[in-house]
């Protein structure tokens, strides 16, 4: 590969970790950042040496960029489009890293840029933001989708495609609809659905926050995604509306079958409801990276003793494993275990999962 300057404009989780893997893997690129204002976390990364530049205006430095990278929400990458074909150079592939496509591809095309903007989406992520929390390694075994157009270049397309697999990731090209009705079922009405149950028991709980108080394990799991941005989804879901309306109408008649069951008193359904929940999902890949976005947790049982979580936290940091979150699980419906520890990377679980069944921990093994 050729020496290459990438820009980025937005440097989060996801601008932020394909730059320290690049670093990290030595690939000759120079990394430019753009910021709207001072960011102690972008100070940071300079001192570490993942950005090369960092500037407070989009003008004559990126204009020497090879590839620039829009890390910013959706509705804004559509809104820098213009900025950048104003500054970039003829030669200058344009990408981005929003979650649709079909929006950001015809407002590229809108703009001028449909033989020079090549769509992304890597399918990493997590529930937080910010540079300070990228990694090296979380785009690594990740799905990283292309959605190029029929105007551009071979040459740019594989010169992207080649940067992709350097970051560790597996890169797939995809039409943007057919990218956007995928992530649409995949990740959008998932998100929507999170929602709708945190506010369906928000709703509900009494003055004493019943619910509240014993909606931990498996309610925490399946709407731990509703702790997402706000602004992000509604952006999302406003470039996305046809595809998610479209999942949403099956839903409706998914749960109004479920109220049919119920009123018939109709248990054989219900059961192969969840037997056919369960057979589908026992065959989705294991390990793998989602852009939905992991909690790398472990689970074990302990002894009810006093000082038990100072012991597994000593064992842990004698190892040198750094421990995201630690606690008691109060409600085991759906967890088995008493203690959760939650850490960054797939990685460091496993290392925990290791250290602890070294030194005879009861270590639950979760899907």
Not at 39 to 62: A, C, H, R
Not at 137 to 152: D, H, I, V
Not at 181 to 202: D, E, G, K, Q, Y
Not at 220 to 233: E, H
Request: proline share 3%; aromatic share 6%; with cysteine.
């Amino acid at each position: 590969m050729n020496h290459l300057t990438l820009g980025f404009i937005g440097f989060g989780l996801i601008g932020g970790s394909i730059a320290r893997v690049l670093k990290k893997k030595s690939a000759p690129v120079d990394i430019l950042v753009y910021s709207r204002r001072k960011n102690p976390s972008l100070d940071t990364g300079v001192e570490e040496g993942v950005i090369n530049k960092l500037v407070y205006d989009i003008g004559e430095d990126f204009s020497s960029c090879d590839i620039i990278f829009l890390c910013a929400p959706v509705k804004k990458i559509m809104e820098f489009l213009p900025v950048v074909r104003d500054v970039a150079s003829d030669r200058c592939i344009i990408t981005d890293v929003g979650s649709v496509k079909g929006a950001i591809c015809k407002a590229a095309k809108e703009a001028g840029l449909e033989e020079r903007f090549i769509g992304g989406h890597p399918m990493a992520g997590s529930e937080k933001t910010g540079y300070e929390n990228s990694t090296d390694t979380l785009l690594e075994n990740a799905y990283y989708l292309l959605t190029p157009s029929e105007k551009n270049h071979a040459e740019d397309i594989e010169t992207l495609k080649e940067l992709v697999t350097l970051t560790g990731a597996n890169c797939v090209i995809l039409d943007p609809a057919r990218h956007d009705r995928i992530t649409a079922a995949i990740s959008h009405v998932p998100h929507l659905i999170a929602a709708a149950l945190v506010n369906l028991v928000s709703m509900h709980d009494d003055e004493d926050q019943s619910m509240k108080t014993f909606a931990a394990g498996g309610f925490r799991d399946i709407t731990r995604i509703a702790s997402s941005s706000p602004q992000m989804w509604e952006d999302i879901c406003m470039a996305n509306p046809e595809a998610i309306d479209a999942y949403l109408d099956d839903i409706e008649e998914i749960i109004a079958s479920y109220r049919r069951s119920l009123s018939d008193r109709d248990g054989a359904a219900i059961y192969k409801a969840f037997e056919n929940a369960g057979e589908y999902r026992s065959s989705l890949p294991k390990n793998k990276p989602g852009f939905i976005g992991q909690a790398h947790d472990v689970f074990i049982n302990i002894e009810d003793k006093v000082g038990v979580i100072a012991e597994v936290a000593t064992v842990l940091s004698k190892g040198n494993i750094n421990i995201k979150n630690i606690g008691i699980v109060n409600n085991r419906e759906f967890t088995e275990g008493a203690l959760r520890i939650e850490v960054s990377t797939k990685q460091a679980a496993d290392r925990v999962r290791s250290r602890l069944k070294e030194h005879g921990y009861d270590v639950i093994d979760r899907d």
